[in-house]
C-alpha cells in the first residue's frame, strides 16, 4: 500500500494559527488527503523509490483562498527530480477553500511521502468510553470517535518516533457535546508520560476532538474516553545464526 505517510495526523499540532478555528481548517486538510495520495502515486510511476518530506507553508487570504504556498525540503531519497511531485501538490493546495473568519492565516503541514508495508507494525491505540452523561448513546460516540482513530494514532506516533523511547502512557479527554453535536469543550489530561511528550500529544487529541461532529440531541452530553497508547510489538522474525554455534561444528567436523 502506498500511503502521503501521516497527512491525516502530523498536522495536527503543527498548524500554527491566528485565531481559534483551528478545528476548521484542520478538517480541510484532512479531507483533500486522497488528492494528495494521488500526486505521490503519480510520482511514485516516474521514481518507485521517491521518498519525501516537505514542510508546506500556506499563507491563507481573509477570503478563505490560499495565496502563496511555499515547500521548504527536509528529506529526500530517490533517483529522480521531485519537482512534479511539488507542482501537483501546490497545483492542488490553490483549490482549497478555508474557513478563516475574516482574518489572514499562516498555516505550517508536514508532509512525508513515503511507501507504508501493510506489514508494518502499527503502535497501540486502545479506546476506552470510560463515563457518558446525556442522551447521546455510547454506540454513537464510538462510532464517531472511531472514524478519527488513525489520528489518534499519528498524534501519540509522532512522540514516539520524536522521542526514540518506548513511550506510553494514558490520555483522558472530556467532551463536553453540545445538543447541535458540536463539541463545545474540550479537557485533555495524561497520565504515566513524559510531561514534554504528554502536552505535545494532549495538543494534538485536542485539535482532532475539536474536529468531531455528533447526532443532535435535545440537551447536552458529557463523556469521559481513555485512549491507552503503547508501542508496537515487535513482529518475530527468522533467527539469526548464533557464530559460536557455527564455529564450533566447524571445529568438531572432521578433516578429509
Not at 12 to 39: E, F, G
Not at 195 to 223: D, E, H, Q, Y
Request: proline share 7%.
Amino acid at each position: 500500500m502506498t500511503r502521503a505517510l501521516a497527512i491525516v495526523l502530523l498536522l495536527r499540532s503543527s498548524v500554527a494559527l491566528a485565531v481559534p478555528p483551528a478545528a476548521a481548517i484542520y478538517r480541510t486538510i484532512r479531507s483533500k488527503q486522497k488528492a494528495l495520495d494521488a500526486c505521490y502515486r503519480k510520482a511514485l510511476a516516474r521514481d518507485p523509490s521517491l521518498v519525501l518530506r516537505v514542510d508546506l507553508h500556506l499563507r491563507v487570504g481573509t477570503d478563505g483562498r490560499v495565496v502563496r504556498s511555499t515547500p521548504k525540503l527536509k528529506r529526500y531519497a530517490g533517483k529522480g527530480s521531485i519537482n512534479p511531485l511539488i507542482r501537483c501538490v501546490q497545483t492542488e493546495v490553490k483549490r482549497w477553500r478555508f474557513t478563516t473568519r475574516g482574518v489572514v492565516h499562516e498555516v505550517m503541514i508536514p508532509l512525508v511521502f513515503k511507501r507504508t508495508p501493510d506489514t508494518m507494525p502499527a503502535p497501540k491505540v486502545a479506546l476506552d468510553v470510560r463515563s457518558q452523561r446525556g442522551p447521546l448513546r455510547e454506540v454513537e460516540i464510538r462510532a464517531v470517535v472511531r472514524r478519527d482513530q488513525a489520528s489518534m494514532v499519528a498524534c501519540y506516533d509522532r512522540e514516539r518516533r520524536r522521542h526514540r523511547t518506548a513511550l506510553r502512557g494514558e490520555i483522558d479527554v472530556v467532551l463536553s457535546i453540545a445538543p447541535s453535536g458540536v463539541v463545545k469543550h474540550t479537557t485533555v489530561r495524561w497520565r504515566r508520560m513524559e510531561v514534554l511528550a504528554g502536552a505535545n500529544i494532549a495538543s494534538c487529541v485536542r485539535m482532532v476532538a475539536a474536529s468531531w461532529r455528533f447526532a443532535r440531541r435535545k440537551a447536552p452530553t458529557l463523556v469521559t474516553l481513555r485512549y491507552a497508547m503503547s508501542p508496537p510489538t515487535p513482529r518475530a522474525g527468522p533467527k539469526e545464526p548464533n557464530p559460536a554455534g557455527l564455529l564450533e561444528r566447524w571445529r568438531k567436523k572432521p578433516r578429509q
